[in-house]
């Protein structure tokens, strides 16, 4: 069975199409067979005027109508569309949904926060956790960061924090949001296990492709610092010709590091671990659930 999904993020939408297909035993696996990413950045008009720009909704359009063509080109079984921080805030999202599903066929569906968090299940990432350590998944965003945490292989806390790298490109996340935030996970994770951080979302999947580390093996906060350190000073530019970054990916980065450091700092993690999944995988699991 072919599926496609499609996350809308404040900074990317991303389609990515699989292969379902279940083994004799009844397990399933997931054959990636296309991941198509647009820098759509909705969240650069959201998040300062509470609106999509009409250039913004002709490119976001444009998009959606591509990604028909390709999900008809792999005659998809079915489909999954989700918007999430950026489409949640925008005022005129509904007026751009209606326009979206007439021209192109595809519905989106505006997920909450807590729906983004709990895509994790979808992802099984609890499968691969132990009994000596607590896990903190943190899922870095344009507009929001996601926060799980698992102790002894239950879900202890989650939520969505309005705490995303454009918001803070944009000078939107105050010195308060942060003490919430640290407040928060300190409490969440006292009397716990030693605590192992996983990773995802584009940002984090970049920086382990930058440390050479081999699959499985996962990064120091360390050197997160040390990237973190790196980057920060310099301009756009120069992390572009130093790291071939993309411009979408040249400015988030570094905000985006700063998030992963300061949630691993305030619950105690000294490691983070990189599945290299996304909220897309998830909407592929989800999907299967629905229509197997």
């Known amino acids: 069975m072919i599926l496609a999904a ?3 993020g404040s900074n990317a939408a991303r389609l990515l199409i ?3 297909k279940k083994g004799k035993d009844g397990s399933v696996t997931f054959n990636k067979l296309n991941l198509v990413r647009v820098p759509l950045r909705l969240g650069f008009d959201v998040f300062e005027t509470k609106y999509i720009s009409t250039e913004r909704k002709i490119m976001f359009l444009e998009t959606m109508k591509s990604f028909a063509h390709l999900i008809n080109a792999y005659k998809a ?3 999954k569309a989700c918007a999430t921080s950026a489409m949640r805030d925008a005022a005129n999202a509904k007026e751009i949904i209606e326009l979206i599903k007439k021209e192109s066929g595809i519905a989106i569906e505006v997920i909450d926060g807590d729906m983004e968090a709990n895509l994790i299940y979808e992802n099984h990432v609890a ?3 132990d009994n ?3 896990y903190m998944y943190i899922d870095v965003g344009g507009g929001s960061t996601e ?8 879900l202890v806390y989650k939520k969505s924090h309005n705490i995303g790298t454009i918001r803070i490109l944009k000078n939107m996340v105050t010195n308060a949001d942060w003490e919430n935030l640290k407040s928060t996970l300190k409490v969440v994770t006292k009397g716990h296990k030693s ?3 996983i990773g995802s979302g584009g940002n984090i999947n970049k920086v382990f492709s930058l440390s050479k580390k081999k699959d499985g093996r996962p990064l120091s906060l360390d050197l997160l610092r040390e990237y973190y350190n790196d980057l920060e000073p310099m301009s756009l530019k120069q992390r572009i010709a130093k790291y071939g970054f993309r411009d979408d990916r040249a400015d988030v980065i570094v905000p985006a ?3 992963y450091i300061n949630v691993m700092r305030w619950s105690g993690a000294e490691e983070i671990s990189v599945p290299k999944i996304g909220l897309a995988d998830g909407l592929i699991q989800h999907l299967w659930e629905e229509v197997k």
């Open 6 to 8: 499609i996350d809308i």
């Open 18 to 20: 699989s292969e379902a």
């Open 77 to 79: 079984d079915a489909v």
């Open 127 to 129: 499968e691969n956790m």
């Open 132 to 134: 000596d350590h607590s």
């Open 147 to 154: 926060i799980s945490f698992f102790s002894n292989g239950v």
């Open 195 to 197: 605590v192992m951080a």
């Open 257 to 259: 590091l700063q998030v």
